[in-house]
């Protein structure tokens, strides 16, 4: 995207079930060697947002910024807000924010009860805001 500086990936550019910015969990976080070493088949990447682990995170190492986005649902920190981020290029460089906006969660977990595999599982972390 936007000429090769945008890579998006769910996990890893090389796996969706792998995490970019974690070797192992949340408290072992990729030397930044290692997030340049896995996205290096991209060289004109300038922003790579991944994420797979449901935590908001940014890091920047030369001249790129690594975006774990966060999640719309199975947050970890108790706020059940959704969260999303926002990309904007100005003069050539690329900023990134963090948002997090407010639902109607009870509509959410209700609808996970109807409809949902492990509806009441589901309705229960998204009430609590954490898995």
Do not use: I
């Not at 769910?10 to 969706?16: K, L, M, T, V």
């Not at 079930?17 to 004109?44: F, I, S, V």
């Not at 991944?50 to 940014?58: F, N, S």
């Not at 981020?85 to 969660?105: H, I, M, P, S």
Request: glycine share 8%; net charge neutral.
């Amino acid at each position: 995207m936007h000429g090769g500086e945008l890579l998006l990936a769910h996990g890893r550019p090389d796996s969706a079930w792998e995490a970019l910015m974690y070797q192992g969990g949340p408290e072992q976080p990729t030397a930044p060697q290692e997030l340049e070493a896995r996205t290096a088949d991209w060289p004109a990447r300038r922003v790579v947002v991944v994420g797979h682990t449901h935590t908001e995170l940014l890091r920047h190492w030369r001249s790129v910024s690594y975006v774990n986005a966060g999640a719309v649902s199975h947050q970890k920190d108790g706020d059940p807000c959704a969260r999303w981020v926002l990309l904007e290029r100005v003069k050539g460089r690329w900023n990134v924010q963090f948002w997090r906006v407010a639902y109607d969660v009870e509509a959410a977990a209700q609808w996970a009860v109807a409809h949902a595999p492990d509806g009441e599982w589901e309705a229960r972390v998204l009430r609590r805001g954490e898995r």
